[in-house]
């Protein structure tokens, strides 16, 4: 029984190691989407995950995407929509199947693989107009960055037409066509 919970520990410290290292969990908790017990819904969602498939025979990625998916949605409040899920169910899926086949020893190095890359996904702000050179504030600040790739097309706008006042004393405010 020791070997049993041993192993299954391993399949938990793999789904700690996927989790704590998507990007989107790590934004959700660094920015209060869970509220202030963030960090303690991303350690009990490895639990519930990891349950998830111990009690589930035979899952399919769209379920496991599913199941995750309703966990960001209902615990962070977030919509999961950057294509990541079906990376990260994905990974579960491999990781589950290596456990149920005993494949310990390759789980155990995919774990410590993923936990010695544990990179953070960062986010900036914007820089603000004003820039103090002779200010040493700036070093004592955290700067956060936040790397994003993009696909979308650019869109251009024409800037709105100037508010026109009417008889009546109201300002109407229009596109400009």
């Known amino acids: 029984?020791?070997?049993?919970?041993a192993s299954r520990e391993l399949f938990t410290s793999g789904v700690r190691a996927?989790?704590?290292?998507w990007p989107v969990l790590q934004i959700a908790v660094d920015n209060g989407f869970g509220g202030v017990y963030g960090q303690q819904k991303a350690e009990w969602m490895?639990?519930?995950v990891q349950q998830y498939f111990h009690d589930n025979a035979d899952l399919q990625q769209s379920e496991i995407e599913d199941f995750i998916a309703d966990l960001m949605d209902q615990e962070f409040d977030t919509v999961v929509d950057d294509g990541s899920l079906p990376q990260v169910s994905l990974s579960l899926l491999q990781m589950f199947s290596q456990w149920q086949q005993g494949a310990l020893q390759q789980l155990q190095l995919?774990?410590?693989t993923m936990t010695q890359k544990r990179e953070r996904a960062k986010v900036q702000?914007?820089?603000?107009?004003s820039n103090?050179?002779?200010?040493?504030?700036?070093d004592e600040e955290e700067t956060?960055?936040?790397e994003c790739e993009t696909s979308a097309p650019s869109v251009s706008r024409t800037p709105p037409a100037p508010p026109q006042e009417e008889d009546d004393g109201?300002?109407?405010v229009g596109k400009r066509k």
Request: charged share 20%; net charge negative.
């Open 1 to 5: 029984m020791a070997a049993s919970a």
């Open 18 to 21: 996927v989790l704590h290292t």
């Open 46 to 48: 490895v639990d519930v």
């Open 110 to 112: 995919k774990v410590n």
């Open 125 to 129: 702000a914007p820089p603000t107009a």
């Open 132 to 138: 103090n050179d002779g200010d040493d504030d700036d």
């Open 144 to 146: 956060q960055v936040m």
């Open 170 to 172: 109201w300002t109407v």
